[in-house]
């Protein structure tokens, strides 16, 4: 193992060109071996908006600033950029160019983001480089740029956690006594979130230590922003009650994954409901419920409805059972089931998918090189592995480096081919 200190000025093209520094007086071990993540995306901003916050997504790859192709850019990849332009959540992301057209390359890669990273850089990506995409179907965004002055924390989405609001250039804590459904829902339909499915004050370890930026409010419910509820209580009502930090819970903070498979788009079923993940029991699991989630991931048709725990036991609630999809619905929750936390189940019985979007992940792993010809688009046909994905799958398929990650995709394509009997 290499022991010396490691002096480079950054500006070097190998490693072996940096100074080093004298041996350590103490011998390294692997426990504290160095480690880095690579990003080839050095820069994000929007362009040809009426303000800083909308306009033409541009990312520059390496050096090289070009247009963003929007096929499978989302909400999700928009409200991670807003906020780390510090311009608040994704309003829209109008499609038709309206910010006009790009001057270099457009890049087709491909961000999954789950809406809570704080830049770009932190979301899987299919990096795929540049397309054939006109510059006519550019990806675009118009952010809050602050104006809701709010915004959840804490949470695991950013449809729920404690309230905060943006007053005099700082964030700051809402508090309040007698925090209810009513002041929620404004909340959460001031973050166009849906509706508000829980009120709460958090628990002592997940309270705000900062500024409070507001002190007592009383709300109706249909008020369209939190600042025109009553939040001029007398200080004989402040003062009657015990103010604490508050919290949300909104119905757009439902989310599903899919955990413990061998990529994005096959594994364990999870649901982010209420603040926290569970599984889904396999009673009456099949086909067209697998075919939910697969179309909510992006991920194509399904494969196979499997059961058994077949990836692994999950911990934690177990949320739905008696699941029952026509397999039309937009989204899991939005199918016939039994009641949330109602089942008669253990983690032994959670449900997983396989779904033809793996197929497809496996094969954008190995055909990434211009000398290789591109047979993906082909291979997601229903003839083939079933429908194609909606969106492209990805964290980590697409980075197998060289030889050898080529091999592993050749052996998981051939296997997953296999299995299904393709």
């Known amino acids: 193992m290499w022991d010396r200190e490691l002096q480079c000025a950054g500006n070097e093209s190998f490693l072996m060109f940096c100074s080093t520094g004298a041996p350590r007086d103490q011998p390294c071990t692997h426990t504290n071996a160095a480690g880095v993540t690579c990003t080839q995306f050095t820069g994000f901003r929007l362009v040809n908006g009426s303000t800083a916050c909308e306009g033409r997504v541009d990312v520059q790859v390496l050096g090289t600033w070009g247009s963003l192709c929007a096929s499978r850019w989302d909400l999700l990849d928009a409200h991670v950029l807003c906020r ?13 160019g309206p910010f006009g057209r790009g001057t270099g390359p457009v890049w087709r890669d491909s961000f999954h983001c789950d809406g809570t990273e704080a830049h770009l850089g932190q979301c899987p990506v299919t990096a795929l480089g540049a397309s054939p995409c006109s510059h006519e179907n550019n990806a675009a965004v118009i952010c809050s740029a602050g104006s809701a ?16 609001i943006f007053q005099h250039g700082t964030w700051g804590r809402v508090l309040d006594d007698q925090w209810d459904m009513q002041e929620a829902s404004v909340v959460c339909r001031q973050l166009r979130c849906g509706e508000a499915e829980t009120a709460y004050n958090p628990p002592k370890p997940q309270r705000g230590t900062g500024p409070v930026g507001l002190r007592g409010v009383r709300c109706a419910g249909h008020e369209a922003n939190l600042t025109l509820c009553n939040t001029s209580l007398p200080e004989s009502v402040l003062a009657a009650g015990i103010a604490e930090d508050v919290g949300v819970v909104c119905w757009g903070s439902r ?60 911990s934690g609630q177990i949320w739905l059972d008696a699941v029952n999809c026509s397999g039309a619905e937009a989204a899991l929750w939005d199918c016939p089931a039994g009641s949330w936390e109602q089942h008669d189940c ?53 980075h197998l480096p060289g030889q050898e990650g080529q091999e592993q995709a050749e052996k998981g394509f051939q296997d997953d081919a296999d299995d299904d009997g393709h």
């Open 84 to 96: 780390h332009l510090d311009c608040g959540f994704a309003e829209s992301i109008p499609r038709g």
């Open 149 to 164: 002055s709010l915004r959840l924390v804490g949470g695991g989405s950013r449809c729920d956690g404690r309230v905060e």
């Open 255 to 314: 989310q599903v994954r899919l955990v413990n498979g061998p990529g994005r788009c096959a594994g364990r079923v999870e649901i982010y409901y209420q603040g926290s993940w569970g599984t889904i029991c396999d009673d009456s699991w099949d086909l067209p419920d697998a075919t939910v989630v697969c179309h909510q991931l992006g991920c194509g048709g399904a494969v196979k409805a499997v059961g058994s725990a077949q990836f692994g036991e999950g």
């Open 346 to 398: 253990g983690h032994k019985e959670d449900a997983g998918v396989d779904c033809s979007g793996l197929c497809w992940e496996l094969c954008s792993a190995l055909y990434q090189s211009p000398e290789h010809p591109w047979p993906c688009q082909e291979a997601s046909s229903p003839g083939i592995m079933g429908e194609g994905p909606t969106s492209v799958p990805s964290p980590g398929a697409s």
